[in-house]
C-alpha cells in the first residue's frame, strides 16, 4: 500500500499538458496475450476521448503505455482510474472472476517543452519490437499513434 501512495506523491495535473502512462496487470500476468481482453484496455482509452486525447499506446501482454494530452476540466488520476475501472470490469466479467485485472496506482511522467514528443511516442509504439513479440511493428496490431 504504501508504494502506491509514493507514486502519488508529486503528482499534478495541468489541463494541456502531454503525460506518458505506463501501467502494470496484477501480479504483472500476460492477460493482454488474449486479443479480446487487449480490446477491451483500446475500448476504454476511447471512452475517456473527451477528457484525454489519446496521442499513441502500445498494450502489452501485462502492462500498458499510454501517452496522452489532457483536455481542460480533466484530472489525470481520475482518467486513469476510469479506464482501468472499465477494462477491468469487462475483462473480469469475460473471464468469470473476481481477482484484480490492474496493480493499484500508475506511474506518469510529464512530459516538457524541451521534449521531443516524436521519440517518447516511437518509444512507446517500438516496445512490441523490443520485447521480442514481432519482427516488424505492422505485425502488432494492438498499438496505434494520431501521426498515422
Not at 496484477?26 to 484496455?41: G, K, M, N, S, T
Not at 501482454?61 to 477494462?87: C, F, M, T, Y
Request: glycine letters at 4%.
Amino acid at each position: 500500500m504504501a508504494a502506491g501512495k509514493n507514486l502519488r506523491k508529486g503528482r499534478y495535473s495541468e489541463a494541456g499538458r502531454i503525460y506518458l502512462i505506463t501501467t502494470t496487470t496484477y501480479l504483472r500476468q500476460p492477460l493482454f496475450r488474449d486479443f479480446q481482453l487487449a480490446r477491451e484496455v483500446v475500448c476504454s482509452l476511447r471512452r475517456e476521448h473527451s477528457r484525454a486525447e489519446t496521442l499513441c499506446y502500445v498494450v502489452m501482454p501485462d502492462h500498458l503505455h499510454w501517452l496522452i494530452q489532457l483536455r481542460d476540466n480533466a484530472e489525470l488520476s481520475s482518467v486513469v482510474r476510469n479506464v482501468k475501472a472499465g477494462s477491468s470490469l469487462r475483462i473480469r466479467r469475460a473471464l468469470g472472476r473476481q481477482q484484480p485485472v490492474w496493480q493499484r496506482g500508475f506511474h506518469d511522467r510529464a512530459l516538457r517543452a524541451e521534449d521531443d514528443l516524436a521519440s517518447v511516442a516511437r518509444y512507446v509504439v517500438a516496445n512490441p519490437l523490443r520485447a521480442c513479440l514481432v519482427a516488424r511493428l505492422g505485425e502488432y496490431s494492438l498499438w496505434d499513434a494520431i501521426w498515422l
